[in-house]
């Protein structure tokens, strides 16, 4: 395995987006480059534009990258789509391999340092909520102790305790609802974004981590409207 690889990250979950540059290599991982995406940047047919100028402003050439990130879910089932099609389109033109990373520990890893629980929560729409619990563990990675699951807003709510720390876009809506002594981190660690994408990806590869380019698809954790109207019509 070579020591240094040239890491393109994508992440398209939410509404808006970002991609970034990052040099992996043995003694670790640096950001590049990133440019956060608008709404209307973050479309299939502006994505495609927005990678070359960034592979421009890292001088970089497409076929020099090695390793492409994208978050594959939770989130939103368009923004996925794009990200994960534009990731494996571009892996398989230039050769690069390809690694799928969980949104929520995206959010997870941008957090501060601490021993406090912490909760990755996203919009799931119809009062729910995408959420994840994490602990530290000492100097080490962060511990999953709530796998990645749908459930209602009131329920997580419930489940909050003192001392809890919450991050992720869907505290736009629930802010007032926290309960007191729940700590909300700062709004701009709320989105997540393509460096964090970037580092969980080369910590993963330098740990064995390979998806196949083929197979690599969105996690989207539920059905899509049209599919439950399709089941429902059985």
Same mark, same amino acid.
């Given at each position: 395995?070579?020591?240094?690889?040239?890491?393109?990250?994508?992440?398209?979950?939410?509404?808006?987006?970002? *991609?970034?540059?990052?040099?992996?290599?043995?003694?670790?991982?640096?950001?590049?480059?990133?440019?956060?995406?608008?709404?209307?940047?973050?479309?299939?047919?502006?994505?495609?534009?927005? @990678?070359?100028?960034?592979?421009?402003?890292?001088?970089?050439?497409?076929?020099?990258?090695?390793?492409?990130?994208?978050?594959?879910?939770?989130?939103?089932?368009?923004?996925?789509?794009?990200?994960?099609?534009?990731?494996?389109?571009?892996?398989?033109?230039?050769?690069?391999?390809?690694?799928?990373?969980?949104? @929520?520990?995206?959010?997870? *890893?941008?957090?501060?340092?601490?021993?406090?629980?912490?909760?990755?929560?996203?919009?799931?729409?119809?009062?729910?909520?995408?959420?994840?619990k994490f602990r530290a563990n000492g100097s080490g990675p962060l511990q999953v102790e709530h796998e990645t699951s749908i459930i209602s807003q009131e329920a997580w709510l419930a489940e909050l305790q003192g001392g809890d720390r919450v991050t992720g876009t869907a @505290?736009?809506?629930?802010?007032?609802? *926290?309960?007191?002594?729940?700590?909300?981190?700062?709004?701009?660690?709320?989105?997540?974004?393509?460096?964090? *994408?970037?580092?969980?990806?080369?910590?993963?590869?330098?740990?064995?981590?390979?998806?196949?380019?083929?197979?690599?698809?969105?996690? &989207? &954790?539920?059905?899509?409207?049209?599919?439950?109207?399709?089941?429902?019509?059985?």
């Open positions: 395995m070579q020591l240094a690889k040239r890491i393109l990250a994508i992440e398209t979950s939410g509404r808006h987006g970002s *991609v970034a540059t990052l040099w992996g290599d043995a003694s670790g991982i640096r950001n590049i480059k990133q440019i956060v995406l608008t709404d209307q940047q973050r479309t299939a047919r502006v994505l495609a534009p927005s @990678l070359q100028m960034l592979l421009k402003e890292t001088d970089w050439s497409p076929c020099s990258v090695d390793l492409v990130a994208v978050t594959i879910g939770p989130g939103s089932f368009t923004g996925l789509r794009i990200g994960v099609t534009a990731a494996k389109t571009f892996a398989y033109a230039v050769g690069a391999e390809v690694i799928g990373i969980n949104t @929520l520990d995206v959010l997870a *890893v941008q957090a501060p340092s601490s021993d406090a629980a912490l909760w990755t929560i996203l919009d799931a729409q119809r009062q729910e909520l995408f959420a994840a @505290l736009v809506q629930l802010t007032k609802r *926290v309960r007191p002594g729940v700590e909300l981190l700062p709004q701009h660690l709320w989105q997540p974004k393509a460096e964090a *994408v970037g580092r969980i990806a080369w910590d993963a590869y330098q740990s064995g981590q390979r998806d196949d380019v083929w197979q690599l698809a969105p996690k &989207y &954790y539920r059905a899509s409207a049209a599919e439950e109207k399709a089941a429902a019509r059985k």
